[in-house]
């Protein structure tokens, strides 16, 4: 605790400017004292003793406790400024235009370097040498013996004052506030320098705005500390939009309620009167007055009240703000950190560390402490990945991090992963879904089929293009009785074989009679068919097309037509039997007729084919049916494994999108315009470059995007998808966004954009393909400093724009960005984007058109490439491109991945462009130019097939789940369920077999050899058990399982089938995630005591101590829907399990005043877990350095996140109070006063709403809904001579299985 000297105010600072004395200087001197190896001997402790020990360097001494800033420890990280600073890379002198260098320039980054610096005399005249360069600082050089007694004496306090700092002078007691309310000396707080916001501040008093704002503009972490709202000087505006705004807000209320100008112990009594606050009471006022004190500088001592004033300084101390603060809860702040640290170690400069470097990395990572060679070599060896004894940065970055990525889901697309486990779905149940899935893909309801059928292109035109699409086809067509041969020489079932003989006898032109004798009917002559193979019959129709129309493809067609449906097919017949499956029945027979079909149709409007003509696609529209038919038999008894089952789901979606992929292509093709024409090069890119409007996109679609974007941008991180040379990004960041993000496939755009002159820190460009935007976005997190992690899973950016983009990619692209903009997008963000309007593809005039497509109508463009021109205010005439699309395009897209549109404009041209540039803009006045969307992602994901793919447990909000009175008062009714004995039938019999055939928990789901009808009982009594869970109480407390069954005692036959058991019922209940410490977890004493400071990342999971209220998970990036705990073998002494209702308890506590229940809804930190073992064992080199001091401080301050996060009717629930108070302690922050008391009334409610406090018996498993139920145990004691007490634990997801159709949750 900060005390404050006693003996009267110091002298307010003079209005009068004062020139810079001696007593900058050696402010300046002290600020170098925050270096971390000076401030190491100045720990938390000895910041409230009588005086730091064997630290003699009083000034910084005095300095360090009168800076305002703490984070997050100054032995274990440097404060926020030396952070922020360390950020600010001492960057080349900058260059005038005379080719010299800046003198001035130089100085300044010597003034920076010595901010990072201990405190000695040559630091001292280093300092005045560089300010002896600067504006209006003295010229005096001092002597040898000015300088030494510079770096040790005290700093006369007015001397200081009248340079624009305060500190106080010693470090008191650290004692606390006596009740009598002792007179504290009221006094100012010091404003050191060392923090950034100061910083910058002393720089502009000293008259060097310009060199501040250049320090503005070099670091986003100062930009953000400049921010107005975080002025701690200036006027605090109550009605900030803010949780802290409405909690402040809300404070003052509560003074009028109770009459009071300001918080007094009495009003505080009466406040914790209220609420029925019960826990002992003394220091408590004492220790909200301390945290004030630590946070406001006008804050009055003793006066014994707390100010609204005072609040709001409160909210802006690091507690409360760091967590909440953008650079450190996006990770930002940890990122650019671990950066500097490398950065500053390549003393060669060439982005790779050598074994010298890495030593003066980790040397900085360890608080000095030079590293071992064992610590040496191991870091060389993990990293080292090319052993050419070089660590390339990225590898670095990454391997610090340590970010809790979410593993990527094992199925892209719209396609619910859950569908391809067996415990949750039959083969009959997986069959079908990917039938619909099948039906429903655009390589079935592609438009080129549709405007084929339709005849859309005009007869002439269908003809031609029918004519496109069946020469190339025969090349994938003519593989496939090669595929039904290949199956048939790996199947071993007979009637499989029989079944597929059969087919392929049809297909070589072997009809029974019933067959021969309908084709005659449809006037089909059997001779015509009868004895000639499809292919044969295939090339008929080719050749009578070629004939009617005069003319053939067949030896002009590109081979990237047909190159991606080939080169899938022949990965999936490389799979085996299942790949060839999966090309046979849903690439081929399943989806044939439809497709068929509509070729059929339109060979019949555009040329007049005839029945016998169209015979073999006639076949095939009757007879793949039955062939389908013969086939799902076949891929049923086929799919009874999970590996099986992602192997099909893979190999039909990369054959589906092969088709996709044949389409376009041949759109591509007959439009007589390869995209490789136009191509934005360095030449077209420099035309395109621009810093003012230039083009007639300029004057008309970028303001309105700029307009639509306007009520979104400041403070936000906005993405630019096709963001080209960056002119609407540059736009975006004068608007007040506080981070871009651009990606844009263009190499020279993306240098153009980042080597502009007005590009600012946090603007960042990278190159890469937008229609895989989101793993481009991973790819290049270290360069654009986004945190992998829980952000790539619920949303990165508040708002996305794309600025003529669209119509440089085909739909099935935009379909690709679309989704994966959803998914980057956090719920609630928007998503701004402009093209030209679809009428305008038909439209041609002097500045601006498309000359060439008059005679095409509005469909049967949609996805052609046209070219056409537009003109620059100077009347230079551009080549510019598009990809035509309709109005339903846009919007189908939009509401396929599950945006809800909010807004639509049509672009035209409006007086102020008539009156600015006629020339330009009279031939285009009236005509519907653009089309601008504005989307929004909406707060809660819904759960639809539209955006399945984009929903996870992370931003699916639970249930909110309350219990009544009568489940309180009668538990055991409400909650315990009895295991029916048919499920126990079936659970002993797979887990004996499956124990004596070896079989580990681990590889049961890629066995599969009991059919799911095997586990019907089981299957129906999961869905209960998850409904119960997700829908009803939130737990289920399940007895009845007979564990003797498996054995006696602690055997390990017994163990080892309980295991399989109690993961069979868990899996089937949801999908046991074992990402983080296995499916299954043994719960165990291993002697470690949680509860010791001096050990360090423990699990309560294998301590015998009390685990009070908490859900499970610490982790900010993953979190569990249910947690499971089976009992094998009880404790003797103590281990009850406890549970309480959250819901309940935010119900009971939600009388609390607002700005109290902001402590439970701001985001708070949590302590970070590795591997829970204790640092002391089995800590890692990885472990070591990801858990150094000053990065671990830095990534408590990302693992920051609400205890309640409620919205409407959903919860989630995140608590664990040890976690907070030993992350508190680790940032050297007292936990808050105002969280302390939030704290105690959840935990009371939650004590009043324990109706479960019992030991689990052997055999019972205890299901709690992680997101609703809070639980707890009590210590135990293991007996000398017994089973210790073993529980089992499984972390479950269920929502994505609830997401399944109904008939796919039950047998």
């Known amino acids: ?118 405190v000695t005399p040559e630091a001292a005249k280093t300092i005045f040498s560089a300010a002896d360069g600067l504006p209006e600082l003295p010229k005096r050089r001092l002597s040898r013996e000015e300088l030494s007694s510079l770096a040790k004496e005290e700093i006369d306090e007015n001397s200081l004052v009248n340079s624009g700092f305060t500190l106080s002078t010693k470090i008191e007691g650290n004692q606390r506030f006596s ?86 112990e009495e009003a505080f009594h009466w406040l914790l009167d209220d609420m029925g606050y019960s826990r002992p009471r003394d220091g408590l006022f004492d220790n909200l007055l301390a945290d004030i004190l630590d946070a406001s500088p006008s804050f009055n001592a003793s006066s014994r009240s707390v100010s609204v004033l005072d609040i709001r300084y409160l909210y802006r101390s690091e507690p409360y703000r760091i967590p909440r603060q953008m650079a450190f809860n996006n990770g930002e702040a940890l990122m650019s950190y671990v950066e500097n640290l490398i950065k500053k170690a390549d003393t060669n400069g060439d982005n790779l560390l050598d074994t010298e470097e890495l030593r003066l990395l980790l040397c900085s990572l360890f608080d000095g402490r030079e590293p071992t060679e064992r610590e040496l070599s191991q870091t060389m060896e993990v990293l080292d990945l090319e052993q050419d004894e070089k660590i390339e940065f990225d590898e670095f970055k990454s391997f610090m991090l340590r970010a809790n990525v979410n593993a990527i889901p094992e199925l892209s697309g719209d396609f619910n992963e859950a569908i391809v486990s067996p415990s949750h779905t039959s083969e009959e149940e997986f069959v079908t879904e990917l039938e619909n899935y099948t039906r429903s893909h655009r390589a079935v309801t592609h438009h080129l089929l549709t405007n084929l059928e339709c005849a859309s292109f005009g007869k002439k035109d269908t003809a031609d293009m029918l004519l496109r699409f069946l020469s190339p086809y025969s090349r994938f067509n003519s593989k496939f009785i090669d595929n039904v041969h290949a199956l ?54 080719v050749q009578f ?43 081929s027979e399943l989806i044939v007729p439809q497709i068929y079909a509509s070729i059929l149709q339109g060979l019949r409007s555009s040329i007049g084919l005839s029945n016998e ?58 439009s007589q315009l390869e995209t490789n024409n136009f191509t934005y090069n360095d030449q077209t890119t420099k035309k395109w470059s621009r810093s003012k409007p230039n083009y007639m996109n300029d004057f008309m679609e970028q303001p309105n995007v700029v307009k639509m974007c306007k009520e979104h941008v400041k403070g936000s991180t906005i993405l630019d998808v096709g963001c080209g040379e960056g002119y609407v990004a540059r736009k975006l960041v004068s608007m007040g966004a506080t981070k871009i993000v651009g990606v844009d496939i263009s190499k020279d755009r993306i240098n153009v954009a980042s080597t502009h002159l007005e590009k600012k820190d946090f603007e960042y460009y990278v190159e890469g393909d937008v229609t895989n935007l989101k793993e481009t976005l991973l790819r290049t997190t270290n360069r654009t400093n986004l945190m992998p992690g829980a952000q790539f899973d619920v949303g990165l950016f508040d708002l996305s724009v794309a600025v003529f983009l669209f119509n440089d990619l085909t739909i099935t692209d935009m379909d690709k960005t679309f989704r994966d903009i959803f998914s980057l997008l956090k719920p609630g963000g928007y998503f701004i984007f402009c093209v030209p309007h679809p009428f305008i593809s038909s439209y041609d005039c002097e500045s601006f058109g498309f000359s060439k497509n008059k005679s095409s109508n509005y469909f049967s463009l949609r996805d052609k490439l046209v070219e056409g021109h537009a003109s620059t205010i100077s009347g230079e005439r551009l080549k510019v491109s598009m990809f035509c699309k309709t109005f339903e395009d846009y919007t189908q897209a939009a509401r396929k991945f599950g945006f809800d549109i909010i807004e639509i404009e049509e672009g035209r041209v409006n007086p102020n462009n008539l009156n600015e540039n006629p020339d330009l803009f009279d031939s285009v006045n009236g005509v519907p130019l653009h089309l601008v969307m504005k989307l929004r992602k909406p707060e809660c994901p819904v759960k639809n097939s539209a955006n399945v793919a984009s929903t996870n447990t992370l931003n699916m909000l639970p249930k909110k789940l309350t219990w009544s009175t009568a489940a309180r008062r009668h538990p055991r009714n409400a909650f315990l369920v009895q295991i029916p004995n048919e499920v126990q039938q079936e659970l002993y019999k797979a887990s004996f077999e499956w124990y004596d055939r070896g079989i580990s928990v681990d590889d049961l789901d890629l066995v599969g050899d009991f059919p799911s009808s095997s586990f019907n009982s089981l299957k129906s009594f999961a869905v209960s058990i998850r409904n119960s869970v997700l829908h009803e109480t939130g737990l289920v407390l399940i007895k009845g399982l007979n564990l003797d069954m498996f054995g006696v005692g602690e055997s390990e036959k017994m163990v080892a089938c309980s295991k399989i058991a109690y993961y069979l019922i868990c899996n089937q209940i949801g999908a046991v995630d074992g990402s983080a410490r296995g499916r299954l977890f043994d719960v165990k004493n291993n002697h470690i005591d949680a509860m010791d400071k001096k050990i360090d990342n423990v699990l309560f999971s294998v301590s015998d101590c009390k685990a009070n209220w908490h859900t499970d998970g610490a982790s900010k990036d993953r979190v569990y829907d249910a947690v499971s705990l089976m009992c094998i073998h009880p404790s003797i002494v103590g281990g009850k399990s406890k549970v309480s209702n959250a819901c309940n308890a935010y119900d009971l506590i939600s009388h609390m005043p607002r700005f109290l229940m902001n402590e439970l809804h701001r985001p708070v930190p949590r302590d970070i877990l590795e591997n829970g073992k204790g640092n002391k064992k089995c800590l890692s080199m990885s472990d070591q350095l990801s858990r150094a001091d000053s990065i671990m401080s830095l990534r408590i301050s990302y693992n920051s996140y609400p205890i309640f996060d409620v919205q409407q009717d959903r919860m989630r629930f995140r608590y664990m109070r040890h976690w907070i108070e030993s992350s508190h302690e680790k940032m050297r922050w007292k936990v808050p006063t105002f969280l302390r008391i939030a704290m105690d009334v959840l935990d009371d409610a939650l004590d009043k709403g324990c109706c479960f406090h019992e030991s689990l018996e052997r055999g019972d498993i205890l299901i709690c809904n992680n997101a609703c139920i809070a639980h707890g145990r009590d210590a135990f004691q293991d007996a000398p001579g017994k089973p210790p007490r073993h529980l089992v634990r499984a972390w479950i997801q269920m929502q994505k299985v609830d997401m399944l159709k109904p008939s796919n949750q039950s047998a």
């Open 1 to 118: 605790m900060r005390m404050i000297k006693q003996g009267g105010r110091p002298p307010k600072q003079s209005s009068k400017a004062t020139p810079p004395k001696i007593s900058t200087i050696k402010a300046l001197a002290a600020v170098s004292a925050s270096d971390s190896k000076v401030a190491t001997t100045l720990g938390t402790e000895q910041r409230g003793s009588s005086g730091p020990k064997d630290f003699s360097n009083s000034i910084a001494a005095d300095f360090i406790a009168a800076t305002p800033y703490t984070l997050p420890d100054r032995h274990r990280c440097p404060d926020l400024g030396t952070v922020a600073i360390s950020a600010v890379h001492t960057s080349k002198p900058s260059i005038s235009d005379d080719g010299e260098s800046d003198d001035e320039d130089e100085e300044y980054s010597t003034f920076l370097e010595v901010l990072r610096s201990p």
């Open 179 to 264: 009740q009598e309310g002792q007179s504290r000396r009221d006094s100012t707080l010091g404003k050191g320098i060392s923090t950034f916001r100061h910083l910058s501040k002393f720089l502009a008093d000293e008259g060097l705005r310009s060199k501040r704002n250049s320090l503005v503009n070099s670091c986003p972490l100062l930009a953000l500390q400049d921010n107005g709202s975080l002025d701690l000087d200036g006027d605090i505006n109550p009605n900030e939009g803010t949780e802290s705004g409405e909690a402040i807000k809300d404070f003052a209320l509560q003074l009028k309620f109770w009459g009071k100008e300001s918080l007094d």
């Open 488 to 541: 048939l020489g790996v199947l071993d079932n007979e009637r499989h074989i029989e079944v597929l003989t059969e087919n392929l006898e049809e297909e070589m032109g072997e009809y029974d009679l019933e067959t021969l004798h309908a084709l005659e009917s449809m006037g089909i002559p059997r001779e015509s068919v009868d004895g000639i193979p499809h292919p044969e019959l295939f090339r008929e129709l």
């Open 545 to 587: 097309v070629e004939t009617t129309l005069q003319r053939s493809y067949g030896k002009f067609i590109p081979s990237y037509i047909c190159e991606e449906l080939n080169q899938a097919t022949d990965h999936a017949r490389n799979l085996g039997p299942v790949g060839l499956l999966a090309a046979l029945y849903f690439g």
């Open 613 to 670: 003509e169209a015979k073999f696609l006639i076949l095939h529209i009757d007879m793949d049916q039955d062939h389908a038919m013969a086939l799902r038999e076949i891929i049923i008894a086929n799919c009874r494994t999970k590996a099986d089952r992602l192997m099909l789901v893979k190999c039909t979606s990369m054959i589906l999108d092969g088709r996709v992929a044949f389409y376009d292509s041949l759109i591509k093709y007959s």
